[in-house]
């Protein structure tokens, strides 16, 4: 509790995350090689990012907070119960 994650622990818990991952283009790989020239691919990215994005989430979830500097600190705070009223039925 209270750790804080900076981008290189982040970036290698998503490549951990990733490691045994295996995207399967259809077709023939050498063809669609020569095609594309080995760019990033929709599914290639949103894989990344459902990988960070979990991790955001499991990081907090922990009570640890991220901070990619110059972007945003993502740190959990815990608040005091609020009581609200109902104006119409009290």
């Known amino acids: 509790m209270g750790k804080r994650f900076y981008k290189a622990d982040l970036v290698k818990r998503v490549v951990d995350k990733l490691k045994d991952t295996k995207i399967v283009i259809g077709?023939?790989?050498y063809f669609y090689k020569k095609l594309y020239h080995l760019k990033y691919t929709q599914i290639i990215v949103s894989n990344v990012i459902n990988a960070f994005l979990d991790?955001?989430?499991s990081i907090a979830g922990n009570g640890d907070s991220v901070e990619l500097r110059g972007y945003f600190v993502i740190e959990p705070v815990y608040c005091k119960e609020t009581v609200a009223r109902n104006c119409y039925t009290n």
């Open 27 to 29: 077709g023939n790989k």
């Open 55 to 57: 991790e955001l989430v």
